[in-house]
């Protein structure tokens, strides 16, 4: 089992398998916790509102970043739209292949310059894969690359400040910018940074890269979705 995919070999040890697995996710602020991998696989049915928003607001060309095992890609598909899934786990494209995904692409969005959509789609917090605030302000200056005219970016994300109400927020650092590792069957892979932005700071960093917010669904765990189009 290579380190590097760690994530796509439990993905595929499920699906293949039918069978439950356990993925551990270490963290920056707490103690480890065992991420539940089924969520990937959840139909329409088992999806939470806020998805359902944002898959009834795609339009025209949408690309799919970090479609995982494509179960977003998958409903798109069933409404007509044409839809590619980009995802940079090898095992997690050839299983979006046997679910019956039709354009897949494995590979990372940051090497991904060769096609313009009219939706960019990030959903389960995707926009997390940019990191860090800096990571945020050059994923948003490169995005307007990849967008037709009057294309849109489709995001969640959350503010997490409530991690710390027992604890100080760090310093050094914006407390949403966090670092995670996966452990699977005792094996552990690299540590990644990730991304969780409250939507002032987020709305206050867009507007200054040259993009209108709109806040198309909040719910109650302070989570949110926007749509995001240049100015």
Known sequence: MSVKDIFGKSLSDYFLNHTPVKLYLHNSYGSPEEM????????????????????????????????????????LQENGIEVTALEISEMACKIMKLRGVKRILNQSIYSFKTEKFDTLLMLMNGIGLTGTIAGLKDFLHSAKQLLNPAGQLLFDSSDISYLYLDDEIPKNHYFGEISYQYEYMNQKGPWFNWLYIDYPLLNEIASKEGWNTELIYEDDQDQYLVRLTLK
Do not use: Q, T, W
């Open 36 to 75: 539940p991998v089924d969520i990937f696989f959840r139909d329409k049915n088992e999806m939470p509102d806020l998805e359902h928003y944002a898959l009834a607001e795609c339009k025209g060309k949408v690309l799919d970043i970090g479609a995982g095992v494509g179960s977003h890609a998958l409903i």
